[in-house]
Structures are given as structure tokens and as C-alpha cells.
T-cell receptor, first 114, second 119 residues
Framework: AQSVTQLDSHVSVSEGTPVLLRCNYSSSYSPSLFWYVQHPNKGLQLLLKYTSAATLVKGINGFEAEFKKSETSFHLTKPSAHMSDAAEYFCVVSERDSSYKLIFGSGTRLLVRP | GAVVSQHPSRVICKSGTSVKIECRSLDFQATTMFWYRQFPKKSLMLMATSNEGSKATYEQGVEKDKFLINHASLTLSTLTVTSAHPEDSSFYIC???????????????FGPGTRLTVT
């Protein structure tokens, strides 16, 4: 079975400093991986996805993630945090059977200090 | 982009009553929709997969008689919480699956969620 582990429940950074949200996955075969963001009272929004093409994936709002098979990791980064980045972030792996069900990590709450 | 709506956004009901939540794909057709439940400060838990014109597929541990799912059209799926109890209070989120490139890749678009409170 596939799963994802988000190593930090909370991450706090200062505005303008780099962001690193960590995610490790477990999969029997090559997975599809995603990062979603959830702002309060808003729906989940896809930041980026990896589907076996380039290992460095660029997403929206300056976020990017690198798929590292040797480390089974898919960490999310951003060079410079903005106050509007404060939200809950979910690392997600997709089943590769016909259902394409999404399996969510436990989430990381990003706090951005002024 | 693909937009998914949910109605209502918030609902309060009394214990023992039933409540229906709608999930609509506004500008596309979705043969498959998913229903998730999110507890406070927790992750999303997949409850069931809703397929248009057929019975929903429930995840292990989810009571199919309590959480009735109907996907009667390509743009609408409904979740009915029957005989609701306070422990059913939660944030319910739906998503719709869209295929690209002739069905080779998929993406899910999420609704804004419905906050259910059972008193």
C-alpha cells in the first residue's frame, strides 16, 4: 500500500526566508505525487504534481518540489516566504490502479512571521 | 479551470435527522467523484468513490448505510448523512476527477467543503 509521511506538523518561518516542507513516501512502484494547499475556509488547491517526468517540478506561487527516488522524498520548497503562504500543506500520493485514489499525508501547517 | 461547488457550506442539524450535501462540477463532466472527511487539524480521509450511474465504492470502516452516496448525473453527486449523531460532525469535502490527454492522466479538483455540526 502507498503512504506519505509529512515529517513536521508545524513549520514557522520569517517572511522573506526559505520554506522547506518535508515529505517521504512509500510506494511499491513509481508513484504520482502531489502537493496541495488549504487556506482557511477555502478549497484545496493543487500546487504541483510529479508524474514521472522531470524530477524537479515547478508549481504555482514560486513553489517547487524535487522527486528523489533514492531517498523516497518529495520535499516542497520556496526561496522566499510570503505572508500569504501561511496555510496547511498536504503531500499526497496517488494510487496507480484504475481508481487513482489520493492518499493524503497528515499535513504541515506553515506559519509565516512578519 | 475546473470548478467544483458544494452546498451547503455550513449546516447545523439535530441528532437523529438526516442531512444532504451536494457536490457539483460546474464547467465539466465528472464520471468519478470522491468524498472525504476531515477532522479538526487532521488530514483528509477518503470515505468513498462515487461513480456516475453505479453504486459508490466505500473505504474500509465507512458505514455505507449511514453515508448514502448518489451520483445520478455527470455533474452532481450527493452525500446524505442519515440519522446524524454528534460524532458525525466534521468537514466534508468532495472532489471530481478530470482526465487529460485521452485518459492518460488525471487530476482531482476539490470543492470548498461543508461544515456539518450535529447538536
Amino acid at each position: 500500500a502507498q503512504s506519505v509521511t509529512q515529517l513536521d506538523s508545524h513549520v514557522s518561518v520569517s517572511e522573506g526566508t526559505p520554506v522547506l516542507l518535508r515529505c517521504n513516501y512509500s510506494s511499491s512502484y513509481s508513484p504520482s505525487l502531489f502537493w496541495y494547499v488549504q487556506h482557511p475556509n477555502k478549497g484545496l488547491q493543487l500546487l504541483l504534481k510529479y508524474t514521472s517526468a522531470a524530477t524537479l517540478v515547478k508549481g504555482i506561487n514560486g513553489f517547487e518540489a524535487e522527486f528523489k527516488k533514492s531517498e523516497t522524498s518529495f520535499h516542497l520548497t520556496k526561496p522566499s516566504a510570503h505572508m500569504s503562504d501561511a496555510a496547511e500543506y498536504f503531500c499526497v500520493v496517488s494510487e496507480r490502479d484504475s481508481s487513482y485514489k489520493l492518499i493524503f499525508g497528515s499535513g504541515t501547517r506553515l506559519l509565516v512571521r512578519p | 479551470g475546473a470548478v467544483v461547488s458544494q452546498h451547503p457550506s455550513r449546516v447545523i442539524c439535530k441528532s437523529g435527522t438526516s442531512v444532504k450535501i451536494e457536490c457539483r462540477s460546474l464547467d465539466f463532466q465528472a464520471t468519478t467523484m470522491f468524498w472525504y472527511r476531515q477532522f479538526p487539524k487532521k488530514s483528509l480521509m477518503l470515505m468513498a468513490t462515487s461513480n456516475e450511474g453505479s453504486k459508490a465504492t466505500y473505504e474500509q470502516g465507512v458505514e455505507k448505510d449511514k453515508f448514502l452516496i448518489n451520483h445520478a448525473s455527470l455533474t452532481l453527486s450527493t452525500l446524505t448523512v442519515t440519522s446524524a449523531h454528534p460524532e458525525d460532525s466534521s468537514f466534508y469535502i468532495c472532489s471530481a476527477r478530470v482526465s487529460f490527454s485521452g485518459g492518460g492522466t488525471y487530476e482531482q479538483y476539490f470543492g470548498p467543503g461543508t461544515r456539518l455540526t450535529v447538536t
